[in-house]
């Protein structure tokens, strides 16, 4: 057999990356709507001990969708856990009676994509597998408001003023890393940017990229699976032309930058008063992602929540059962040393 035919008996793996709250499981389900009869299995990474993803895919409703097709790993970083949890998984898929046309990984959104492409080299999956091409979401209207990016000439000012200031930023470093190792970047939430501002961010990202990466601009992840799906990169063999800041490390990296827990949340008076007390939360201890669910009193529906600093978007998703608890649990993610007493006392109260 020749090397293309070997290359196209491959499983197609197609890997979502992008900082957190980019829109990367918006993304998902916009691809699996559009799947036109394609057999696709989803693989969701979390940071944190519960899956919120998962669980918001499984209740997509769409045809074709079912639980067997999305498994979710909650026990850390798949860079990080590649022998105890990425192999087992994937091999699972390769070994199905009916394997999947395609693979879709979505990585945490603190994940660095290169050490999971190595992974692609381990022999138990290499000759049944290929990344067809690593996607990163970028959030346009945050990358706008320099939340994860840093302003080079102001770094450079105030190194010159004081060489000892320590400018490491472990959240620009993950953007980052996630842009270098992308074959296809998608600025997501171009509606909530001017013209201007998405040519700046459009601008900023080529700067920061030094290979030629198409960039499309999405509205709520809206992007044709054709698009996504089928950019043949083999990206497991260009591990070269996508450097890492952690290159000199191995590749390796730790997340003792930030942390994530999990907190009950009772039910709610109303809808309005929760998200208000979200965003001064938000803002009074810097978090950067919450992400849940919460019942609301006389509702029947549970109030599903995502949250970007204080950018939040929520709606009821599904119906709670009549005999379920009227309780909900709210993942929050943010850099070490969160107060989490105080986060979790004002969250408490309904």
């Known amino acids: 057999m020749n090397t293309s035919a070997t290359a196209r008996a491959k499983v197609p793996v197609t890997v979502i990356t992008g900082f957190l709250g980019a829109g990367k499981t918006t993304l998902l389900r916009h691809v699996l709507a559009n799947a036109r009869g394609r057999r696709i299995a989803i693989v969701v990474n979390e940071f944190g001990t519960l899956g919120i ?26 860079c990080c856990t590649v022998a105890d949890d990425f192999l087992p998984t994937m091999e699972a898929l390769l070994d199905r009676a009916t394997p999947p046309d395609h693979i879709v990984i979505e990585t945490s959104g603190l994940a660095l994509p290169k050490p999971l492409l190595k992974a692609f080299g381990w022999p138990t999956i290499r000759t049944r597998m290929t990344v067809d091409g690593v ?37 620009a470093e993950v953007y980052e890393d996630q842009l270098l190792c992308a074959d296809l970047i998608v600025l997501n939430k171009a509606d909530l940017l001017t013209p201007a501002q998405a040519d700046a961010v459009e601008a900023a990202i080529r700067a920061e990229v030094p290979r030629a990466v198409k960039i499309v601009r999405a509205t709520d992840g809206q992007v044709d699976p054709t698009i996504l799906l089928g950019l043949d990169a083999a990206a497991e ?9 952690h290159d000199a490390e191995g590749g390796e990296h730790e997340h003792d930058d930030f942390e994530s827990f999990v907190l009950p949340i009772p ?17 009074q201890h810097d978090i950067l992602r919450m992400k ?33 608890p ?17 986060i979790a006392a004002a969250l408490a109260q309904a």
Do not use: W
Not at 267 to 283: C, H, M, Y
Not at 326 to 342: E, H, N, S, Y
């Open 267 to 283: 039910e709610q008076d109303s809808v309005e008063g929760f998200i208000n007390r979200l965003k001064a939360l938000a803002e």
């Open 326 to 342: 009227r309780t909900g649990d709210l993942v929050v993610i943010g850099c070490k040393g969160m107060d989490q007493a105080a």
């Open 53 to 78: 993803d998962g669980d918001t895919l499984r209740a997509c409703g769409i045809e074709g969708c079912g639980d067997e097709d999305i498994v979710e790993l909650t026990n850390g970083c798949l």
């Open 135 to 171: 996607v990163t979401v970028v959030d346009g209207p945050a990358v706008a408001d320099g939340r994860f990016a840093d302003d080079p000439a102001e770094v450079a000012r105030q190194q010159a003023a004081d060489p000892s200031l320590d400018h490491d930023n472990p959240l």
């Open 292 to 324: 849940g669910y919460a019942c609301v009193r006389g509702k029947p529906m549970r109030l599903a929540v995502q949250g970007v600093g204080s950018r939040f978007r929520h709606q009821f998703d599904q119906p709670v059962a009549t005999d379920a």
């Open 237 to 245: 063999d260009d591990l070269a032309a996508r450097p890492s800041h």
